[in-house]
């Protein structure tokens, strides 16, 4: 089947945010749409030389391109070049790369597109099979990237006929086929619908979101479509912006589940540890040990945990802010085409946003609770390892105590004792029968007699101490 006019327009976006990475390519964008112009005309914009990304740092919305560029209040970087129709026939395309700034992002709109009239004279219907020219080697879809948020390619087209209208299902499956001809590469079927009277479809599922991919393909049924697409482009391109920082922020939201589901496993292992170590009558020095370890490590576990808690609260304000942005400019478009039905934009506001946001409002509902156990754990650790110190230190306390209360009475009986022996004048002699004892050896074993016998009763203090009868 043919069609009149192709267009391909890529609106592309990347973080401008400086990173720590030396590693990590802030041009990523503007070489990337270098190659892609590259590889479909074999051109270079040199992009990089021709644009200001530090022009006017204040303001939310800036056209990059440096003024001397700039022709006729035209912002972008216009370009033509030929690509082979079939083997004898090369055809003219022509596009425009325009490079923006939007708040904490760059922004490339990336045009390829057959036009509607050289030299005066309409173009021919082309074959849709042509898409395939404009992506070669599949260079229409970038590659990750740390700073890259995402992408929406958006395939316009010219219907030949009224007969096509019975058929715009169809066409619009061809087209797909012919920008990916590698089925594994083909975005999954969504909705379709119509804005400003045209038929729309959309690819891409939310339910394959690791691999998520958004086209569409609008097929104009007459001028009018063509007609505000031009009133309220930028609008479009700026919905299509927040439109990516949302499904980027939701994106990355199911990545932070995945390490937040990972750490509340392991919350519940440290948990499983407690009573059965605090079941026991007796910690022991091991199981001390143990405990204090735990002590030391459940801390770096509650940082990590509530890091993540409070990323995946960063994404939801992402979402929020975001969504807000895009019913906003809803409202402009609204405001430029006075009655129009734009329910096909609208859908992604009023549906998946709030999607988003409940999906990610019920994890933290659900992983909140981890924080609590871990400060559960953490208390009852610290509860036991405190009782069992405490039982410790009274345990050398007493020991202190009755050895003090020992050694101090068999010192003061040693005093007394020695006072009452006769002046020790006597060599010192081996302790035999037919020698009696020394005065010294008597001194000696009385005294130690004396420590024993006040240690025994400092025993019996401490325990009388700690242990007081009941006498009711």
Known sequence: MKVYAPNVHLFAFQLNKNSNDPSVNKNFL????????????????????????????????VDLLNDAEVIDDNYAVSFAGKVPLDQTQDVLIK??????????????????RRPEQEDDNPTADVDITFLSRLNPNNCLTFKEHPLFLGQTLLITAWLTGAKDKKFVKQIAEECLTAVFPDSQKQPPFNRQGELFGSPIFEYGLFSQISNYQHVLIWLFADEQADVKFNQC????????????????????????????DAAYLQIEAELDKVPKLGEQKSLGTTNLTNFKNQLKALPQLVLTYTRLLRNLEDYHNTIAI???????????????????????????????????????????????????????????IRGIVEIEQAESDRSLENTVQILGIGFGGGAIASGIIVQHIDKINQPLTAISPKNPPHPFYASLLLSVLATFFFIGIGWLITRRQYHPRDNK
């Open 233 to 260: 482009y930028q609008e479009l391109l700026d919905l299509f912006f927040f439109r990516t920082k949302i499904i980027k922020a939701y994106k990355d939201s199911r990545e932070i589940y995945k390490k937040l």
């Open 95 to 112: 596009g425009f790369a325009h490079p923006l700034r939007i708040y904490d992002s760059y922004s490339l709109w990336l045009n390829l």
């Open 30 to 61: 503007w070489e990337t749409g270098n190659q892609i112009v590259h590889t479909t005309l074999h051109q270079n914009l040199h992009l990089i030389q021709r644009i200001d990304v530090n022009k006017e740092p204040d303001s939310p919305r």
């Open 322 to 380: 975001n969504a807000y942005n895009y019913a906003e400019r809803l409202q402009r478009i609204h405001g430029i085409i006075i009655a129009e039905d734009i329910s096909f934009l609208e859908t992604f506001s009023h549906k998946n946003c709030p999607f988003f946001q409940q999906q990610i409002n019920a994890d933290l509902g659900y992983f909140r609770h981890g924080s609590e156990l871990l400060a559960r754990a953490i208390d009852s």
